[in-house]
Antibody, heavy 125, light 108 residues
């Protein structure tokens, strides 16, 4: 059974840092790109970052570029998100999600097929 | 950057009725770049349907999608109580994802 379990969330002051982790099990972690997606209170989903299987390339949403760093440790089946210079607007539930790539006659499909339950990050003074 | 606009914001229907949810893209997109997710309160999103109308594992046949270029529709033929949730469309392009703001499907 595929499982993704996030941890590391909490309350932090503006300008502070936090490191999120996502522990994967039930599949060969090194074969999948991984993503972070967040959801502010009462709001919709916002994609944050993506890391490929070998840690390169890496992509970020403009809203977090230069402040957040995604990384992974395939030997430990783990995904990370280092969040620096945190702002009030970074307050959200952060989900990690596995990306599956599927090819058929319609072309390539990039699907976030498994998600963790999320970890709450609150930025407040 | 592609912007996805979902409508309506909230849809109030009764079990057994048909639901039609819209997702409009600011530019032409290919159908294989568009994916739909379902999210229930307090839960993670769940992959629902992708491409021309490929359903994820365990998704019943009452869910389907249609449309092309800039206008796409998620249809639920006969609503079951477990279908009331928030639905998001999502685009993938240039290695980045964009979500619509969501449509809340609530029980009337």
């Amino acid at each position: 059974e595929v499982q993704l379990v996030e941890s590391g969330g909490g309350l932090v002051q503006p300008g502070g840092s936090l490191r999120l982790s996502c522990e994967a099990s039930g599949f060969t972690f090194s074969r999948y790109s991984m993503n972070w997606v967040r959801q502010a209170p009462g709001k919709g989903l916002e994609w944050v970052s993506k890391i490929s299987t070998t840690s390169s390339p890496i992509y970020y949403a403009d809203s977090v570029k230069g402040r957040f760093t995604i990384s992974r440790d395939n030997s430990k089946n783990s995904l990370f998100l280092q969040m620096n210079s945190l702002r009030d607007e970074d307050t959200a539930v952060y989900f990690c999600a596995r990306e599956d790539v599927y090819l058929d006659s319609g072309g390539y499909y990039y699907l976030k097929d498994y998600w963790g339950q999320g970890t709450q990050v609150t930025v407040s003074s | 950057e592609i912007v996805l606009t979902q409508s309506p914001g909230t849809l109030s229907l009764s079990p057994g009725e048909r639901a039609t949810l819209s997702c409009r893209a600011s530019q032409r997109v290919s159908s294989n770049s568009l994916t739909w997710y379902q999210q229930k309160p307090g839960q993670a999103p769940r992959l629902l349907i992708y491409g021309a109308s490929s359903r994820a594992t365990g998704i019943p046949g009452r869910f389907s999608v249609s449309g092309s270029e800039t206008d796409f529709t998620l249809s639920i033929s006969r609503l079951e109580p477990e279908d009331f949730a928030v639905y998001y469309c999502q685009h993938y392009g240039n290695s980045r994802y964009t979500f619509g703001q969501g449509t809340k499907l609530e029980i009337k």
